[in-house]
């Protein structure tokens, strides 16, 4: 088949060296790991004479892609009705997050999660389970069982919210760490300090964040930032000591080159420049922010500052409105535009991979197609729709291929899904 990988981020739509594409390429897996990659002839050369071969022509071949901020308890919030950021949460999100409690419906939804993830060839979520420990059990087991890598976290929150979706700070701390001992490194799992944010966070829970973060200092963490307007000031009048919403962040030692704040979208160039020196992660959430209304985030600005904003991309569900990463980055593209700035594909493509990747840390296990890495990759149809059949016609160049497939694909564009080496999107019940 065709394959496309990148080296690192393109500087321009014709940066050809930023990306390794094979007209005729060929992947060469073994024991859940890319043994070799490169052109068919070069790969079947070098390998084993008995080795299946599985042929993917005239698809093309892209590493997984990876949503690096999910909800996994919102799989029945998606689509919910409200005006605004705060009223979403109260009416719909919070409510059907205590559900979780209970390990038959946390693990049902678990199944549906990673089902989803694979059918629109996500291999790798960074995902918000419950506040229940319950939740995080149910979302490592289903990972686990499906070899997949994972990043997750039991949600810490300890106020302004019901009462069957509160810990408290001591809770909050030690469930954390049982998630911990339980199962980070088991299989390919990652466990995520998730102080939710810190409006639903005391003071003292977030000390217990910090407690966590210093002892685990290899730990992703993951909270929200910077979202909307009024959440913006109830925060600010929680926390009146704190110079802004980041610098609450900042107080309890959370900021730092691991850390994943979803949204920042109304950040002041100060917010900015403390995000950047601590090589802090904006993560850009676009079908959410379009939905709740919450704003336009300035990707491409924050990317090219003297003082550059390290950034990833991802689905928000379900405040996102899709699990496709191709959706989530068309409508990036359209925040863009509206901002008056240009998104190329070469752009895209890189973020949903590699870009993703080097925003958790480990582009040396996934978002690439290179030798050692795991075997993560996803087989892409252009022509998957009448309607989409009828625009490849015209189609002449790998650009305008990648931009098809994000402008008019989602899960019907993914034709397989290798989680792992094995080929995990047939397998699935439609
Ligand atoms: N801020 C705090 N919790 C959430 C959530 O679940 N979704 C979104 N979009 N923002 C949040
Ligand atoms: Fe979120």
């Known amino acids: 088949a065709r394959t496309l990988s990148f080296s690192r981020a393109p500087l321009s739509m014709d940066d050809t060296g930023a990306y390794r594409y094979e007209s005729d390429g060929a992947l060469l897996v073994a024991d859940g790991i890319i043994l070799a990659s490169g052109p068919y002839a070069a790969v079947r050369e070098n390998a084993p004479a008995d080795v299946i071969e599985i042929d993917h022509r005239p698809h093309l071949i892209v590493p997984g892609f990876i949503d690096?901020?999910?909800?996994?308890?919102?799989?029945?919030?998606?689509?919910?009705?409200?005006?605004?950021?705060?009223?979403?949460?109260?009416?719909?999100?919070?409510?059907e997050?205590?559900?979780?409690?209970?390990t038959a419906h946390a693990q049902r939804i678990a199944g549906h999660f990673y089902d989803e993830m694979i059918r629109h060839g996500t291999t790798t979520a960074v995902a918000y389970c419950s506040v229940h420990k319950t939740s995080a059990d149910a979302y490592f087991a289903e990972a686990l069982k499906r070899n997949m890598r994972t990043v997750g976290g039991k949600v810490m929150m300890d106020r302004n919210a019901p009462q069957g979706l509160l810990d408290t700070a001591e809770m909050g701390y030690d469930e954390t760490r049982a998630v911990i001992a339980d199962w980070h490194g088991k299989g390919r799992n990652h466990v995520a300090i998730t102080p939710r944010f810190a409006i639903t966070s005391t003071p003292e829970q977030?000390?217990?964040?910090?407690?966590?973060?210093?002892?685990f200092p290899d730990l992703h963490i993951q909270t929200h930032l910077s979202e909307n307007r009024d959440?913006?000031?109830?925060?600010?009048?929680?926390?009146?000591?704190?110079?802004?919403?980041?610098?609450?962040?900042?107080?309890?030692?959370?900021?730092?080159?691991?850390?994943?704040?979803?949204?920042?979208?109304?950040?002041?160039?100060?917010e900015m420049d403390a995000m950047s020196e601590a090589g802090a992660i904006a993560v850009h959430c676009p079908t959410s922010n379009l939905f709740l209304g919450s704003g336009l985030f300035p990707l491409k600005a924050l990317m090219r500052r003297e003082k550059p904003v390290r950034v990833s991309v991802a689905t928000d569900v379900g405040?996102?409105?899709?699990?496709?990463?191709?959706?989530?980055m068309d409508e990036a593209y359209k925040i863009q535009q509206l901002l008056g700035e240009r998104l190329n594909p070469f752009d895209s493509y890189y973020h949903m991979t590699l870009g993703n990747a080097e925003a958790l840390s480990l582009a040396h296990k996934i978002g690439t197609l290179d030798a050692g890495t795991d075997a993560?990759?996803?087989?892409?149809?252009?022509?998957?729709?009448?309607?989409?059949?009828?625009?490849?016609?015209?189609?002449?160049s790998l650009a305008e291929e990648l931009f098809l497939l994000q402008t008019m694909g989602d899960d019907r564009v993914v034709v397989e899904t290798y989680v792992a080496g094995i080929a995990s999107k047939s397998g699935l019940r439609s």
């Open 68 to 95: 690096t901020h999910v909800h996994f308890p919102q799989m029945q919030v998606i689509g919910s009705y409200a005006a605004n950021l705060l009223e979403w949460l109260n009416t719909y999100t919070f409510p």
């Open 97 to 102: 997050e205590c559900r979780f409690v209970e």
């Open 206 to 215: 977030m000390s217990a964040a910090q407690a966590l973060a210093r002892e």
């Open 231 to 270: 959440e913006i000031d109830f925060t600010c009048s929680l926390y009146p000591e704190a110079a802004d919403y980041t610098d609450i962040y900042v107080r309890y030692g959370l900021l730092g080159p691991k850390s994943l704040f979803g949204h920042c979208i109304h950040l002041s160039e100060r």
């Open 319 to 328: 405040g996102g409105t899709s699990y496709s990463m191709l959706k989530t």
């Open 376 to 396: 993560d990759f996803i087989v892409l149809n252009m022509a998957a729709t009448p309607a989409m059949a009828l625009k490849a016609e015209v189609v002449n």
